[in-house]
């Protein structure tokens, strides 16, 4: 399955969920009410749905069932990012401690990290790649396990700030979802050299274009007027998901910084 396919059909998936998740969201309460609500960032009016990232999430998990490889990392993907919108709908209804959220953030990054994805070594523009992987630390639990001291605890720094970053930019109606697609499309363009992970090019390349794919689908109802807000889920789980391309894509980190500078700076 190529990639404009699988583009595609997670366009169409997200599309076809966002319609369904309005109704829901606005029936259980999961909405920003302008009336209500004096928090700066808010400058829609009337009541705006919240729990976009039930329908990104999901378009992105049916179309890796239907043709991604599951391994290790790719599990650990899924398994994390379930977590997160969960949160993000716990956050959407009760609007929880922003001290909880980093909290969590942190946990979920070690947990996809606990799957193997970590950062071994960072490119130098100068000469040789910067190792992060000399200081390992080894133990047994069901079989044999390493930790990368350096790299595993850069990884959860950058997955947790790529989080919240990206989500702090989802303000203006549209902006997200579009400079996610566009960011994502990129790092799948990238990633078809080569990776330095337990997993191969053809599936991060697979991954990216399922991400662009569930927020370019989102995106007409999150166009102004926004008919839905990604809300807390679907604004960290993009920032979650950019940040773990980047690392899959032979560690594009400067190349995600780039494309991110906007959304950073602001």
């Not at 399955?1 to 829901?24: E, H, Y």
């Not at 595993?152 to 950058?158: G, H, M, R, S, V």
């Amino acid at each position: 399955m190529g990639a404009f396919n699988v583009f595609v059909v997670s366009l169409l998936v997200s599309f076809g969920l966002t319609i369904p998740t309005i109704f829901l969201a606005k029936k259980f309460k999961l909405v920003t009410d302008s009336g209500k609500s004096t928090h700066p960032a808010h400058t829609h009016r009337g009541v705006v749905p919240r729990a976009g990232g039930v329908p990104i999430f999901l378009a992105f998990f049916v179309t890796i069932l239907l043709f991604v490889s599951l391994n290790k990392i790719v599990i650990g993907i899924i398994i994390s990012s379930f977590l997160l919108v969960v949160i993000g709908l716990l956050d959407d209804y009760f609007d929880l401690s922003p001290y909880l959220r980093f909290a969590a953030n942190l946990a979920l990054s070690a947990i996809v990290i606990g799957f193997g994805l970590g950062i071994p070594f960072v490119s130098n523009p100068f000469g040789a790649p910067i190792r992060l992987d000399q200081w390992q630390y080894h133990f047994n639990l069901f079989g044999p396990h390493s930790i990368l001291i350096v790299g595993d605890l850069l990884a959860i720094i950058w997955l947790t700030w790529t989080t919240n970053m990206v989500n702090w930019s989802k303000g203006v109606d549209g902006q997200l979802p579009g400079f996610v697609g566009i960011t994502a499309i990129f790092l799948g363009l990238l990633s078809t050299r080569f990776t330095v992970h337990d997993i191969s090019a053809q599936t991060v390349m697979l991954l990216s274009f399922i991400v662009a794919g569930a927020y370019l689908g989102f995106l007409p109802f999150n166009f102004y007027p926004q008919k839905i807000m990604p809300g807390y889920g679907g604004g960290a789980l993009a920032g979650f998901w950019l940040g773990i391309l980047s690392i899959l894509s032979f560690g594009k980190i400067g190349t995600a910084i780039l494309i991110l500078a906007i959304p950073m700076i602001d």
